[in-house]
């Protein structure tokens, strides 16, 4: 089997395409990535020795590229998006290219040059808004709040409509906020850690009650892996580990870890369109596909702190004040 992974440098790609080398080992995979915001060449440094991994620096949105690349491989999973809310919020439009230009790049090739191609949209639970009670089925319609999540529902809809009008073999994930190793400063849980580290204040959103339902990477990449093998066409999978937990917990914890003071927690402004709770419900995913979380909570948040203890040359480059800005969305450019 031969797959196209788009966005394998970043955080959750290049854990899945680790994940895939392992799990298959008669599995070729080509991982195109264009090298930006969320990507890292030392991600997949040990798999640049294995002959059946090949990378492509390139960007989703070249039809010339994805039209070659698409024609010679059995399936497509598309990993490569702008995840970030806060940025999100500063330049929408780098969004709408990537998240939703990439996308229908990437239809289009499938459907005019690789028709049988198997397709998995790597979406997010965000699509769906806030859930302010209950828990997000698959059926529950998307409700985007910024424009990040907006240009996710849109990559989606594509998505859908061309499995309905084309007849095209797709599915898509949806899945809760991730946490492990190789995620960028930027986001909360390593962004507390290396302000942690550093005795910097540890900026929270609003009065950190905002509920996210965190799932361990390794989870994630395993339940994308039975998707794209057991997935039907047209279905939408919910993933989710049940692990709901408030902003302020979360950092507590962590600040506990690393025998920090809990006077670091400092509140600051929420930012614009701040969803107070994510909560999906996988029983979908956990019953036609026979997927379940392995990862313990507490265990795999200890283990993902401890990574950051030990790979500090890996964060230290991206650890600039832009990415550790405390309020990062008023900023007028961020790189």
């Known amino acids: 089997m031969k797959v196209l992974v788009t966005g394998g440098l970043g955080f959750i790609g290049s854990n899945f395409c680790r994940h895939m080398l392992a ?6 995979l080509i991982n195109v990535d264009k090298i930006g915001i969320g990507a890292n060449p030392a991600n997949l440094q040990d798999a640049e020795r294995d002959k059946r991994y090949t990378f492509i620096k390139g960007d989703i949105c070249n039809p010339q590229l994805i039209n070659r690349l698409v024609h010679q491989v059995d399936a497509v999973v598309n990993i490569a998006a702008e995840t970030h809310v806060d940025r999100s919020i500063v330049d929408p439009n780098m969004f709408l ?35 302010l009670e209950g828990s997000f089925t698959e059926e529950t319609p998307p409700k985007p709040s910024n424009p990040y999540s907006a240009s996710k529902t849109a990559a989606d809809m594509f998505v859908l409509a061309y499995h309905k009008t084309f007849g095209l073999n797709v599915s898509i994930t949806r899945c809760t906020n991730n946490f492990g190793p190789y995620q960028l ?3 909360l849980i390593p962004k507390t850690v290396i302000r942690a580290l550093r005795d910097l204040p540890i900026p929270i959103y609003g009065k950190g009650t905002n509920i996210r339902d965190w799932i361990y990477v390794t989870d994630h990449c395993d339940a994308i892996s039975i998707v794209l093998d057991k997935g039907k066409p047209g279905e939408i999978y919910n993933i989710s580990a049940g692990n709901e937990i408030t902003n302020i917990d979360i950092a507590k914890k962590i600040i506990t870890q690393l025998d920090k003071p809990l006077s670091l927690l400092t509140f600051v402004e929420d930012r614009p369109g701040h969803d107070i ?19 313990r909570f507490e265990e795999a948040l200890k283990t993902t702190v401890q990574w950051y203890l030990e790979n500090t040359h890996w964060w230290t480059p991206f650890a ?16």
């Open 23 to 28: 799990k298959h080992p008669d599995l070729e």
């Open 185 to 187: 400063p930027e986001k």
């Open 277 to 295: 709770r994510y909560s999906l419900d996988s029983t979908k995913t956990r019953r036609e596909l026979n997927w379940q979380p392995q990862a």
């Open 97 to 131: 290219q990537n998240n939703t230009v990439g996308t229908f790049t990437l239809l289009e090739a499938v459907r005019r040059h690789n028709h049988k191609a198997r397709f998995v949209q790597v979406s997010t639970d965000e699509v769906y808004g806030e859930a």
């Open 320 to 335: 600039t004040d832009v990415i550790l800005n405390p309020t990062p969305w008023k900023l007028g450019g961020m790189h």
